[in-house]
Every structure is written in structure tokens, then in C-alpha cells.
């Protein structure tokens, strides 16, 4: 039976609208069930931290649990292909740190594009690093620091939670913007770093400021800048490495990452509870404690941080010749 033209294209146009209705019901009833964070770290590392406190806001809105589950390995990398190969729906989530941008130069073969494979969801912080020194050092700003460094080729060794970590990249950034040699000693996390370092046996680091400030404030290491372009509220009276090295940067960042082809619909409202975060006075409380001003923006501006990040950290990578551990 041949039916009326109106009719055919009314039904056309129902029929077509079909798998947009479907998407937007399915992001209205999400989550249905638990949902995975996927944590490529192990636990009790700002990842983690960060991970557990926008889980627990999830949980609290959503009314589904968001379940931590630690992956570590390979520097994260295990943990972002395991998400790459999940279903796209909303149900495995990666917790994102500086590490995606940085391996995605520091690995030459992956068997994923970070940029490609992920979808970001939404930025939930940034956090300086403290530019630091044992007390021994007879250096007390930067300035001093860098002189010292130019006479003293080689002779000071900074520790870091690895190679290829926030803290090594933040030094050899240093190195490539101002000419100095320092002999870079990786470690496996920051804590025995910051050990070595109020020991001796590192002269300087850049670590973050949640794990040093309690060890600044306590004087068993003298802070001489932070890494961030703007001065840090936990540390108000320490001065930036920029203000010294015009156009050093150099922070941690987190923030939250789906499969590729998740639904538009489901990250955009996981994004908008994550931002509704950073109104509550708890969450916003526990940031500052966190040492940084949250990222509150759109998945293209955490698009944007992590591709931004990705060039940079590329260009140090290749310039120093760093190679994974």
C-alpha cells in the first residue's frame, strides 16, 4: 500500500528521531547502576584523593555509587587503555592527571591516542608545584638559586616521584628556559624524595604543594617559588618561578575522562554535577586544603588544558631526551 506523502515523511521524521529520544532518556535515567573510576595510580596519591572526593560528590547526587578501583601501572598508561576499550556508556570513567599528556610523547608506542580515544568530561583541579630546597643550600630565592646552579654545573641533584613525572618535567623545564645543569634523581613516588631531600642527599625538588607543605611550614624545607603563574593561597608569601623566569609554568591538574563515543547527553551531565561541585562549600574547602583553585569549564576547555599540555611537555620530552624508565 503506497501512503500519502504527508504521512510517509511524518513517519520518516518520527522514525529518524528515534535514536535522539533514546540517548536523551538514557542520559535521564543515568547512572542505572554502578559506575567505575578508574584510578591508573596507587591509592592515597592526589589522583586518588581527588578521585574518592568527586566519587563521593557523584554517589551523593546521582544516587549510584561510584566505585574508586586502582589499576597502577605503566606510569597510568594500563589504567587509560583499559578505559579506551570500555563500553562507551557512561560506566568506566578515568580519573585524568598530567601523566595522559606527558605519555603521550614519553611512550613511543601505545596502543591508544589519548586524545583521540578519550572523551573529556570536566576539570576538577589544579595544583602548583613548590619549587624547594634542602636548608643546607645557602640559596633563599630563586635568583640565588640559579646563580649557585651556574657556578655549580652538576653539583645539585633534584629528586622527583619519577622520570617522567610532573616533578622531573618541572625541573628540566627550568633547565631548557634558563641554561642551568642539574642532575635529575628519580625516585618512586614524591614521599621518598621529600625524605631525601630534608636528609640532604637531594639539594632541590618540585613537588606538589599537597604533599610539601607541611614539611615548609614545619622549616625542614625552604620553598623559593611556585611553579604556577599566579601565587598559591596555601603558600601566599612565596613568590612564583615566573616572577623571576618570565613564562615558566608548570602545575598538577585532575579532572575526569570517558570512552570516545560516550553520549554527548551523559557527559554532558556528569560535567555539569561535576561543576555543581565547586558551589559546596565542603568541596571547595577540601581544594583549598588540596593547594589549588578548581577547573570549573566545559569538556572542550579540558579538551584544550590537556591538548595544551600534551605540546608542551612534548617539546621538553624531546629536548632532553627523556626516555621511560
Known amino acids: 500500500m503506497k501512503l500519502p506523502r504527508r504521512q510517509f515523511l511524518h513517519l520518516s521524521a518520527g522514525v529518524a528521531a528515534l535514536p535522539v529520544v533514546s540517548r536523551v532518556v538514557w542520559a535521564q535515567t543515568y547512572p542505572a547502576r554502578p559506575v567505575r573510576i578508574i584510578v591508573g595510580l596507587a591509592a592515597g596519591g592526589g589522583t586518588d584523593i581527588i578521585a574518592r ?11 549510584q ?106 625541573g628540566e623545564l627550568l633547565k631548557m628556559m634558563t641554561g642551568v645543569r642539574m642532575v635529575h ?43 604556577s603563574t599566579a601565587r598559591s593561597e596555601v603558600l601566599p608569601d612565596v613568590p612564583t618561578v615566573a616572577d623571576f623566569v618570565p613564562g615558566y609554568e608548570a602545575s598538577n591538574w585532575w579532572g575526569i575522562a570517558a570512552p570516545n563515543t560516550t553520549p554527548a547527553e551523559i557527559v554532558d551531565r556528569l560535567n555539569k554535577e561535576i561543576n555543581a561541585s565547586f558551589a559546596d562549600a565542603k568541596i571547595k574547602a577540601r581544594l583549598a586544603d588540596l593547594g589549588g583553585p578548581p577547573l570549573a569549564g566545559s569538556p572542550t576547555d579540558f579538551r584544550k588544558l590537556i591538548g595544551d599540555e600534551t605540546e608542551k611537555w612534548g617539546k621538553v620530552i624531546r629536548a632532553a631526551s627523556i626516555k621511560p624508565e
Open 65 to 170: 555509587s561510584f566505585v574508586i578501583e586502582n589499576r597502577p601501572g605503566a606510569a597510568g598508561n594500563v589504567a587509560t587503555e583499559a578505559v579506551v576499550n570500555a563500553s562507551p556508556d557512561g560506566y568506566t570513567l578515568l580519573a585524568v592527571s598530567p601523566g595522559a599528556a606527558i605519555n603521550a610523547t614519553l611512550y613511543v608506542k601505545l596502543n591508544f591516542d589519548f586524545l583521540r580515544d578519550i572523551a573529556p568530561v570536566a576539570g576538577i583541579i589544579r595544583v602548583p608545584n613548590v619549587m624547594a630546597v634542602t636548608p643546607s643550600l645557602p640559596v633563599k630565592t630563586v635568583p640565588e638559586f640559579l646563580a649557585y646552579a651556574k657556578a655549580n654545573p652538576d653539583k645539585i641533584n633534584y629528586g622527583s616521584a619519577g622520570t617522567g613525572s610532573s616533578n622531573h618535567l618541572s
Open 185 to 227: 634523581v628519580p625516585y618512586r613516588g614524591a614521599a621518598p624524595a621529600l625524605t631525601d631531600l630534608i636528609g640532604g642527599q637531594v639539594q632541590a625538588i618540585f613537588s606538589s604543594v599537597t604533599s610539601t607543605v607541611e614539611y615548609i611550614k614545619a622549616e625542614k624545607v625552604r620553598a623559593l617559588a611556585v611553579t
Open 53 to 63: 572526593l568527586i566519587g563521593q560528590w557523584l554517589s551523593e547526587r546521582l544516587g
